[in-house]
């Protein structure tokens, strides 16, 4: 009672702050450029947000931290518009939301999926901003908990879940992992600093950058193919009204659930810096794929697979504000940036945040409800004007398009390289399409295998060298055994269906 | 042709610029240097000298005349922001807000045989930082001497993390188990928030930081103060001994910031820049960084040159006593 009664009078200050006039206008601000630069392909986060950083020096820094707030998580809700209507992830969290999206968009109902996306992103925000209310002391006590030991046993659940994601061949899908993985190990080793597939070039150094690779991969690929194939793939779309937006009472009922399991998957790995909301949205679409009673739908159109994805990334982006704050220690760049925002203007980041500086911190988490309202309120009539571009003739668009992808990939760190490696990706992607290998797992690949090797040989480091230290630790050994458990499952799901095949086989031969 | 759109268009950016309230409207004097000036961050946005360098790039825009915009140009561990400036022309219109890591990567890389010291024209160290060697609560050394009676009596025990391999932090780390003779593992992390993070929850034992951020956790007693890294007490921690009193004279490892020129910058527009440096010191900007940790204050070009070529020394030291080697 009384503790709710505190949280009653926390939310009345946090509101207050928030509704004041110059804080609703850069938390509008900041929602609006976000979504923009969501919806850009290419244009991430943190180009925006340093883009109005400068900005920030003559705000309050309530107002200035409302405004890159609302830019983090506005790029997540645009984010998702390119990968439904053309295959292009506006952010790389956002292409597991194409695998479904854009054959939803291809069939028509591109509305409807945009629609949805952007219910899913406010109710996974939602989720994550309640949690972030109620439950931060003890989140950031259980993210203490994870250690490398433990990261690595959680990254090797994530990618036994994921390993499977894709439709025809196991084996494809396994190699092109294998294929990310090893984009992934470009630059220098951060034990030792050797060099590796750096070629002595300087800029290879820190890597290839996720968004040249998920732009060619995704985009650049897709507009080979509709070049190639002459003709644009973009659906046709009569007309956008109202109706054409709405789910059927099927879709509400897929919907539901993925719908808590992605903001749950998300909330999760939004509390453990480093991981975020690209990780958390494969996770989820795994997930409701290996759950689902239907498979087969996944990659064909089913609502749970842009449900889940989005829900997550969205919640992700929400609690990854939770050790940042109460920590006071930056998980990522954008991050680092918001806590630069509060040294700038004499506050110091950090636990005691909350009780020096009630209405900033509660004023920042008010604004992100608000912030989220305003976001639908700016992305569902958008989404008429969003559809419609599609009818835009592809002669113009692509190439609309190409220098979108251009300006942003180049946007991320002012390097022509790269531009070169989107064209590469291009065509690596391309290839990959005419050989029908998933491009999905790549890009997982790309992301989880760097940090596996990351945490694995700190996890080495600190045991020692002792193999055993992942299975003596609780938490760690928990993530084994479930990763134990799929992968028993999926043994087992795959005797008895092929199985079942050869009896049906069997019985086709027999009958003829 | 050319020139008069880009002219208009730096001009709609300036008008849109005041409209917005970006303030301070460069005072168009005859003495500026022909145009904007990029001030290279060779880092990703968001970090601490990103961070510096977008605070004093409007002081500087004032001082100067011209509007100093900060570019970031991340990768190759600085080499890339670094050589875009050693290679542009020498007009001070480029110029690189460098820090440590200017200097270690090319001793530990020599990558295209450049002299960070020599070929880069040194303008003024900008600002410094003494380190602090903090720990975990649970680690049972409360001063620098415990701390290498501890490690003595337990060799390889301590871990300490560092933001990354080769990084000033590393260094340090390297520096204070040479000068006093213990054993230390050194746990490399990508960045120094997950080091600080495996710091708190008790998984690392020392780290040697940045006191920025870190001064609330300290105070809670979550983490503990050991030591200062400078050659003397820090100005902001006037209480706290140096790595150097506990018997180790000549410890000194110091974060700096400082403004590099292309090459062959001519000395006159050096002096200008050096000169518009000096211009944007306030006490009121000072005392604002200070509280960040760092301490304000420009050098003379002569002076940066010596301190770079002493760092370097030190550092050259260190590397080839302690072995870090780069494959």
Redesign the interface.
């Known amino acids: 009672m009384d503790a709710a009664s505190v949280l009653l009078g926390n939310i009345a200050l946090g509101l207050g702050t928030a509704l004041q006039p110059e804080n609703l206008f850069y938390c509008a601000l900041g929602v609006f450029l976000g979504t923009l630069a969501g919806v850009i392909p290419g244009i991430g986060t943190l180009a925006a947000m340093s883009l109005l950083f400068p900005l920030t020096f003559h705000l309050g820094p309530t107002a200035a931290l409302v405004m890159l707030a609302g830019i983090y998580y506005g790029t997540t809700y645009g984010g998702s518009t390119t990968s439904i209507l053309l295959n292009l992830p506006g952010t790389p969290s956002a292409s597991v939301t194409a695998i479904d999206g854009y054959p939803m968009a291809q069939t028509g109902r591109a509305g409807v999926a945009l629609f949805m996306t952007t219910v899913a992103s406010f109710v996974g925000a939602s989720i994550g901003i309640m949690l972030m209310m109620i439950f931060s002391p003890a989140i950031v006590g259980i993210a203490l908990q994870f250690g490398s030991t433990e990261y690595f046993s959680l990254m090797v659940l994530g990618l036994v879940v994921a390993a499977t994601m894709s439709a025809d061949s196991p084996l494809k899908g396994l190699s092109a992992i294998v294929v990310g993985i090893l984009f992934g190990l470009v630059g220098l080793d951060i034990y030792t600093g050797a060099e590796r597939f750096t070629f002595g070039v300087p800029s290879l150094f820190d890597g290839i950058s996720i968004v040249a690779l998920a732009m060619g991969l995704f985009g650049i690929s897709e507009i080979i193919g509709s070049i190639r194939s002459g003709e644009s793939r973009v659906a046709a779309i009569e007309k956008v009204s109202m109706r054409s937006m709405l789910p059927s009472r099927d879709d509400v009922r897929r919907s539901r659930w993925p719908l808590l399991r992605g903001a749950g998957v998300g909330s999760f790995f939004g509390t453990l810096p480093g991981t975020g909301g690209t990780i958390a949205s494969f996770v989820s679409y795994a997930i409701e794929k290996r759950i689902s009673r239907e498979p087969e739908r996944f990659g064909k159109g089913a609502i749970e697979g842009i449900m889940a994805p989005e829900s997550s990334n969205n919640a992700a982006d929400q609690t990854a504000f939770i050790p940042t704050m109460a920590l006071g220690i930056p998980g990522t760049a954008s991050m680092a940036m918001m806590l630069g925002v509060l040294m700038i203007h004499g506050l110091s980041p950090g636990p005691s945040l909350l009780g020096n500086q009630p209405a900033l911190f509660w004023g920042l988490i008010m604004s992100f409800w608000i912030g989220n309202l305003l976001l639908l309120l700016i992305n569902i009539p958008m989404i008429g004007l969003w559809v419609r571009l599609l009818n835009t003739p592809y002669n113009y668009l692509y190439p609309a398009i190409l220098v979108f992808v251009c300006l942003g990939t180049y946007s991320v760190a002012n390097n022509t390289i790269d531009i070169w490696f989107v064209i590469l990706f291009g065509a690596i992607g391309y290839g990959a399409r005419l050989l029908s290998y998933p491009m999905p797992p790549i890009l997982l690949g790309f992301v989880l295998g760097p940090l596996i090797e990351e945490h694995f040989r700190r996890a080495m480091l600190y045991s020692r060298g002792d193999l055993t230290t992942f299975v003596t630790q609780p938490i760690s050994a928990t993530f084994l055994a479930l990763s134990a458990l799929v992968l028993m499952l999926s043994v087992a799901m795959w005797l008895i269906r092929t199985t079942r095949h050869a009896e049906k086989a069997d019985g086709g031969t027999a009958g003829q | 042709m050319h020139v008069s759109i880009s002219r208009r268009i730096q001009a709609i950016c300036l008008a849109a610029g005041m409209a917005?309230?970006?303030?301070s409207a460069p005072a168009l004097s005859q003495a500026g240097l022909g145009g904007p000036v990029s001030l290279v961050v060779a880092y990703?946005?968001?970090?601490a000298t990103?961070?510096m360098a977008?605070?004093l790039?409007?002081p500087l825009s004032a001082a100067l005349g011209e509007t100093v915009l900060?570019?970031?140009?991340?990768?190759?561990?600085t080499?890339?922001g670094t050589?875009s400036v050693l290679n542009a022309a020498p007009d001070g219109r480029t110029l690189l807000y460098g820090t440590n890591a200017t200097l270690l990567n090319q001793i530990?890389r020599d990558?295209e045989n450049y002299d960070p010291v020599e070929d880069l024209t040194p303008v003024a160290v900008v600002a410094t930082q003494p380190l602090a060697v903090i720990a975990h609560p649970s680690l049972p050394a409360d001063t620098i001497e415990e701390l290498v009676a501890h490690a003595r009596a337990n060799p390889g025990a301590v871990?300490f993390a560092s933001s990354?391999?080769?990084s000033l932090q590393h260094i340090a780390g390297e520096m204070l188990g040479s000068v006093a003779e213990i054993d230390m593992?050194h746990?490399?992390?990508?960045g120094a928030?997950?080091a600080?993070?495996?710091l708190?929850?008790g998984?690392a034992d020392i780290m040697i930081t940045s006191l920025?951020?870190v001064?609330?956790?300290i105070e809670?007693g979550?983490l503990k103060l050991l030591a200062t890294t400078g050659p003397e007490r820090s100005p902001s921690d006037p209480d706290v001994p140096t790595v150097a009193e506990a018997g180790y004279p000549g410890f000194n490892a110091m974060s700096f910031q400082a403004v590099f020129g292309p090459r062959d910058l001519p000395d006159e527009i050096v002096a200008k820049l050096n000169e518009g440096l000096r211009e944007l010191v306030t006490d009121e900007l000072k005392a604002?960084i200070l509280?960040?940790g760092m301490v304000l204050e420009i050098s003379s070009p002569e002076e940066m040159r010596a301190y770079l070529t002493e760092q370097r020394e030190t550092f050259s030291r260190i590397i080839s006593e302690t072995g870090i080697v780069?494959?």
Do not use: K, M, W
């Not at chain 2, 917005?20 to 303030?23: A, D, F, N, P, S």
């Not at chain 2, 746990?187 to 990508?190: D, E, K, L, Q, T």
């Open positions: 917005l309230g970006l303030g990703a946005p968001g970090g990103d961070l977008r605070t790039s409007d900060v570019e970031n140009r991340p990768g190759g561990g080499i890339v050589l530990l990558y871990n990354g391999n080769t593992l746990i490399p992390y990508s928030g997950p600080l993070i495996d708190l929850a998984r920025v951020g001064r609330e956790h809670s979550a604002s509280q960040r780069l494959q």
